[in-house]
Nanobody
């Protein structure tokens, strides 16, 4: 599985950006895709998740402002970010955890896309 994130940029507070995460490879193995963000000196924070069936989950800090969606036909997940704040600044990563069962056991694999930088100026 390969994940490619794009769409970051510099935007003023109150503005919007849309991030994209395109998956390739063993895409039928993918269920949930997550967006994380990281600020230097802090732990990577889970921002939003979406399952294959479309169930979503958001961090409290982005509820009502961010919307995660996916187009399974083209294996792409989007993160629409509105009403951006300077605190939203960070490097955004898309991630998925894939489990593959063999006769012996279930193997878990984590895949990360390269980050895309989001900078929100005040």
């Amino acid at each position: 599985v390969q994940l490619q994130a794009s769409g970051g940029g510099l935007v003023q507070a109150g503005g919007s950006l849309r991030l994209s995460c395109a998956a390739s490879g063993r895409t039928p193995d993918i269920n949930t895709i997550n967006w994380y963000r990281q600020v230097p000196g802090k732990q990577r924070e889970l921002v939003a998740s979406i399952t294959n069936g479309g169930s979503t989950n958001y961090a409290d800090s982005v509820k009502g402002r961010f919307t995660i969606s996916r187009n399974n036909a083209i294996n792409t997940v989007y993160l629409q970010m509105n009403s951006l704040k300077p605190d939203d600044t960070g490097t955004y990563y898309c991630h998925t955890h894939v489990e593959v069962a063999t006769i012996e056991r279930v193997h878990g694999f984590d895949y990360w896309g390269k980050g895309t930088q989001v900078t929100v100026s005040s």
